[in-house]
């Protein structure tokens, strides 16, 4: 967790009794536009995510669902490129060792995303922003953007066909060697 992230919820320990707690957060205009600088978006024009949390043997469990609206730049042309995220989710929050992260977690297929807390609270405003960091597409593409590609002269991965070039350069290198 960052020093002093964008969105901040925190939620003291103490206030998650031994059955569950419903928790509904919604970040701010100011923390959106920050959040968005973060990570690179045009604009975040919702952030919202609804918490149900209990306690375990090993922390506090975290599932709910993330809704977000993002603007991001189309990675061909440019063009904003708005869509929404709605996703499920489940943390796992551990507490951090003698204030230090342990060096390595062991996670099983079925385990959850994991969180580390310092002190006595966990910041459920970092948890959906850094859950919105893993939502959000690395490669948003506008409608028009495989023309424009094109256009520029970048092949598709079929036209490009890496095998058919790798096949050309072996018949090639039998012509040159014998």
Do not use: K, Q
């Given at each position: 967790m960052?020093?002093?992230?964008e969105f901040s919820r925190p939620r003291r320990l103490d206030t998650i009794g031994e059955g569950s707690i419903a928790v509904q957060i919604a970040a701010e205009a100011e923390e959106r536009r920050k959040l968005a600088g973060r990570f690179g978006l045009s604009s975040l024009d919702r952030l919202e995510a609804d918490y149900t949390l209990r306690r375990d043997a090993a922390g506090i469990i975290a599932s709910g669902r993330l809704q977000a609206d993002v603007v991001q730049a189309c990675t061909a042309t440019g063009e904003p490129v708005p869509s929404t995220i709605d996703i499920p989710f489940d943390?796992?929050?551990?507490?951090?060792?003698?204030?230090?992260?342990p060096d390595e977690v062991e996670l099983d297929e079925g385990?959850?995303?994991?969180?580390?807390?310092?002190?006595?609270?966990?910041?459920?405003?970092e948890a959906a922003a850094e859950t919105l960091a893993l939502a959000i597409d690395p490669y948003p593409r506008a409608p028009g953007a495989e023309a424009a590609l094109r256009e520029a002269g970048v092949k598709t991965e079929k036209e490009a066909k890496p095998a058919g070039a790798l096949a050309g350069l072996k018949d090639l290198l039998e012509r040159k060697g014998g």
């Open positions: 960052s020093a002093s992230p943390i796992r929050f551990l507490p951090e060792r003698d204030g230090e992260l385990d959850m995303d994991t969180m580390f807390y310092a002190g006595s609270a966990i910041d459920l405003g």
